[in-house]
């Protein structure tokens, strides 16, 4: 396959990336505003923070699984073991889950005894299941994404998507208040579930046909001890990170502070993530896949900080349309939290132009450089941590100490990035190689990875 080619399988990701992401934040962003117009203080912290509950106890147990998979996808496929890879990590990760869902349930519940907040014992059965489910519905959708299969895994999403949009909206129209969660949850857990059928019933499929006759490399061993390693140091860089995500905020301001601050900080946060989760969401997994196939044999004498760049541009392209809605967003929310919205928008717009940084440290596996990265993100967290048990914290400041953490991490692997692997590259731009290969495609290279040198 020549690189233009990869790239415009890598593109094609992105559209479909983007159309299911914006769909599924409009539908959702559209449910958090009825619901925190319609519903009472204490029913929107149990609807907002079981949501973030979900996601947060999702991404601890995901181990490192959603930055693994596409990175190491390209080499277990050469050693021809590509389907047993996913079968054995869907096994693990139902496992893992299944046994991790009493503590949930218990953690949920001593969370919402904490808070003084009454909830129905249904919604934990509920939101177990729909943690079980969705589990299983991340690891499945990283197999599609780590082969470019974006707009297949799009279209069985799309349907369930709608589906699931139009019955809450139906159910928030129509059913009485003390009724409302039950039903938002019913659905989900049933939507959530078939698609997950769905989705692992078509990959299998897909595997089955595409990879049925594909012989194994001899001299390619099966990477199961990198792959580990790999997703170990990812899992702690993620875990890391999650603390300032806005399903460890919510709670934990819940907590610290009181449920009406962290209701307004989650629906500035809302409005924040309509725009910037489809920009995260349009890349997705498809720069580490497309980055992990350069570094994986077939492209070698691309550098990867050229394709990087490339990257980079691509990024600032899609950020273009959706930082127009900025403007917008600012006169439809109360004025208490413009400014909290202005800045997380900022910082993760900021952070996202300069993540393609992270993510080749992540494919070189450099990881003493992305730990130490990570050194005054920690720092400025902690002491942020600190200052909101403080009687006069005050939110909005500390929302900005949260992004200023972040930006500090992207920073720092930005500059290692560039001191490592840009030092040696000739200034041209990296769109020079889709132009010269069409005079003099690049072959595939036939080192195998055993005998190059590891970074």
Known sequence: MLFSQLYSSFMSSLRWNALLYFLYKILFTASSILLFTILSVNDFSVWANLNSLIFLFLLWLDFGFRKSIPRYCPEFKKSGSISSFLYYLVGIQSGILAITLPGFMVICSLFFRSLGLSYQSILLYLCSGIFFVEGINSTVRLFYHAHFWNKRYTLIQTIFLLGEGIIN??????????????????????????????????????????FAHQAAVKEHQIPIKEFITHSGMMWVGTSIKSITERNFLVPFISHVINPASANLFKLANDWAMLIHRPIIKTIG????????????????????????????????????????????????MPSTAVVMFLIIICGHIIETILSPYERVLEVKRNYIYLLVSYIPYVCILLSTIYYLYLPSSNLLLAILFIHAARLSGSCFMAFFAHKTYARSLPITAATSYHNQEQVCPIKPSHTQPSQQPHT
Do not use: E, Q, W
């Open 285 to 332: 997994s498809s720069d580490t896949t497309l980055l992990s196939h350069i570094r994986s044999g077939h492209y070698h004498s691309l550098p990867l900080m050229k394709v990087c760049r490339k990257l980079i541009s691509t990024i600032m392209l899609i950020s273009i349309p959706f930082g127009c809605i900025i403007p917008v967003a600012s006169f439809a």
């Open 169 to 210: 909206l139906i159910c928030i129209t129509l059913l009485p208040l003390r009724a409302l969660l039950i039903a938002l949850f019913i659905n989900k857990l049933i939507v959530s579930s078939c698609n997950a059928a769905m989705s692992l019933i078509m990959l299998a499929y897909y595997h089955k046909k595409g």
